[in-house]
């Protein structure tokens, strides 16, 4: 056997704001500003900004979604069809942390050049 050291601590420090919190944080004054439904918004954002980001990563994953999305007729759908087919899946959730940056970024610099700013929560 090997000699193993363990340490319990009760001094465990809070985390700060998750990054995929802020997401959901600028999901409602987007659409807000936007003039669409909150889940109209979450859906466009997650097939038009977080898919192609999570695809470009080329994990197991996106490649397998990719195929499931083919075999059901993804390509013959309208928009509405395809972000609802799309909502049906993961996408944010199997992000690296450098993946769910470059969403927050991106969609920063899209919602910036049509007028809404997006702050982080302790950039108020």
């Excluded at 997401?23 to 987007?30: D, K, N, R, S």
């Excluded at 970024?105 to 950039?123: H, P, R, S, T, V």
Aim: aromatic share 14%; charged share 25%; proline share 3%.
């Amino acid at each position: 056997s090997y000699p193993v050291k363990i340490t319990i601590s009760d001094d465990v420090k809070k985390r700060s704001l998750p990054a995929n919190a802020q997401y959901y944080l600028w999901l409602p004054q987007i659409a807000k500003e936007h003039g669409t439904d909150y889940e109209y918004t979450r859906k466009w954002m997650k097939h038009d900004l977080a898919w192609p980001i999570l695809e470009r990563g080329g994990c197991d994953y996106s490649i397998k979604m990719r195929w499931m999305l083919i075999k059901a007729g993804y390509e013959h759908l309208n928009y509405k069809q395809k972000i609802n087919m799309v909502d049906m899946f993961g996408v944010t959730r199997f992000m690296k942390s450098k993946q769910h940056t470059e969403l927050r970024d991106e969609l920063q610099i899209f919602w910036a050049k049509n007028g809404i700013q997006l702050n982080y929560k302790n950039e108020v």
